[in-house]
């Protein structure tokens, strides 16, 4: 398994541009999230999905859209880029925390990617 | 979610224990205790979980005081790659999605 997949890793913006974060998972997780962490921050939730066809706001939402037509994929959309969403943007993934002892809720968190908007 | 504090930084020396304390006096009875780490801009890795009852698996011990109003995660020799921000987060434990919530966290540094 890969696990969290997010490509690119690295992103330059110029302001008013457009791109789109992609976040794969192949663990078959129903759960999958965006977070965002600027310098210094912990880490804030944009955006998530309990399952494909639904998505719900986070803390941060502003600026951001999501889909998720698959279990796989959970994509973030930037539609017009601001200097305030340079950041490091994690994407996770979790299985539904539905009881038993080996099912901790855990989320499994891709590397990052590093975006700054210029 | 209740809401957690966590000092914002510690010293370890290595090879001593670590105790990383947090407090979540607004906790409610179905919400767990989790701890995560974060290693240098890394994406974050979970740690433990915990209800009621003390927790100890192969990383960490997690200690829950009976009122559950506090909790301490004790490496208990710490190294050098052990040096994160540690972050305590309360939570329901099932039908949450993917939400986390996370505070500041802790920035343990292990010092040899």
Redesign the interface.
């Known amino acids: 398994n890969a696990g969290v997949t997010q490509t690119p890793k690295f992103q330059v913006l110029k302001t008013g541009q457009s791109m789109t974060l992609q976040c794969a998972q192949d663990m078959n997780h129903e759960y999958m999230s965006w977070y965002r962490q600027d310098p210094g921050m912990g880490l804030r939730l944009i955006h998530y999905s309990v399952g494909a066809g639904i998505t719900d706001q986070g803390e941060v939402p502003n600026g951001y859209n999501v889909s998720r037509s698959t279990t796989e994929d959970f994509p973030l959309r930037l539609l017009s880029a601001a200097p305030s969403q340079t950041s490091v943007y994690f994407c996770a993934s979790s299985p539904p925390s539905t009881g038993g002892a080996m099912n901790t809720g855990e989320l499994f968190f891709g590397e990052g990617s590093r975006l700054t908007v210029l | 979610d209740a809401k957690t504090t966590q000092p914002p930084s510690m010293d370890c020396a290595e090879g001593r224990a670590a105790n990383l304390p947090c407090n979540h006096s607004t906790i409610s009875g179905n919400e767990?205790v989790?701890w995560?780490r974060q290693i240098h801009?890394?994406?974050?890795?979970?740690i433990i979980?915990g209800l009621k009852n003390n927790e100890t698996n192969e990383m960490a011990s997690l200690i829950i005081t009976e009122d559950r109003k506090s909790s301490t995660l004790i490496l208990p020799h710490a190294t050098l790659r052990d040096t994160a921000?540690y972050?305590c987060i309360v939570?329901v434990?099932?039908?949450?999605?993917?939400?986390?919530?996370?505070?500041?966290?802790t920035e343990l540094s292990v010092k040899p």
């Open positions: 767990y989790y995560y801009s890394q994406g974050p890795q979970y979980h921000v972050y939570r434990h099932y039908n949450q999605g993917g939400k986390l919530i996370f505070g500041q966290g």
